[in-house]
């Protein structure tokens, strides 16, 4: 099993050679390539699983409405206007072997609409894989993978002095309820049911696809 998998993986980089979009890097055409062998290596490997869910619904002592964050063109999203609505919040990057959840998140974007609202925090926590501008990550959003759904500013996710009020309290459960986990890698997730209560967190490994949003 181990020998076809490398043998699909050699396959889809030389694939991402031949295709590389002229919007791309070689890597970024090589990564794109190559997602869904990742994925599928994750699903074999019991990876998919990396779950953590709010069982006892446990509600947040400072509330989620409270919080606000500044989007990509440099207005402020308050998010009390996101009341009754589903939020799915995910850390973002351009050069990662899963970039390609881009077309997942628009996908979810597309066919919920106003009852699932997906942010996206573009982050360059994890081995520098966003270096790029504000500007420049809403371009390559754009062009690559038809990008609609909301982009903030570039900020840190995980845990430190700089980090975003947003990913403080998701992962700070004397404000949340009960989590305490900070993104594993680029694509985590972070799920908000329509009461403001933090439902669930979903690590790289899973598919948007995959995540329960009804």
């Known amino acids: ?17 031949l295709i590389k979009k002229p919007e791309m890097t070689w890597k970024q055409s090589i990564l794109k390539a190559a997602y869904p062998i990742i994925m599928f290596v994750g699903k074999l490997t019991g ?6 869910l ?3 619904q446990a509600k947040p002592t400072a509330s989620f409405y409270d919080l606000h964050a500044v989007k990509n063109n440099g207005d402020t ?21 899963y970039t390609g959840q881009y077309d997942e998140l628009e996908q979810l974007h597309q066919q919920y609409g106003d009852r699932l609202v997906v942010i996206g925090f573009p982050a360059n926590d994890f081995k520098d894989q966003e270096k790029k501008s504000d500007e420049d990550i809403a371009a390559f959003c754009k062009v690559n993978y038809g990008v609609t759904f909301q982009l903030m500013k570039k900020g840190q996710v995980i845990k430190g002095s700089q980090q975003q009020p947003v990913y403080e309290w998701l992962t700070n459960p004397t404000k949340n309820g009960w989590c305490s986990k900070q993104p594993d890698w680029n694509f985590s997730k972070y799920l908000i049911n329509e009461n403001g209560v933090l439902d669930s ?10 995540i329960p949003t009804n």
């Open 1 to 17: 099993m181990k020998r076809v998998v490398i043998i699909l993986i050699v396959v889809l980089a030389v694939a991402g050679l």
């Open 47 to 52: 990876q998919s699983k990396n779950i953590l």
């Open 54 to 56: 709010n069982k006892d």
């Open 77 to 97: 999203l308050h998010f009390s206007d996101l009341k009754g609505k589903k939020v799915l919040l995910v850390n973002t990057a351009s050069d990662c072997g």
């Open 201 to 210: 967190y979903y690590s790289q490994w899973v598919s948007p696809k995959d």
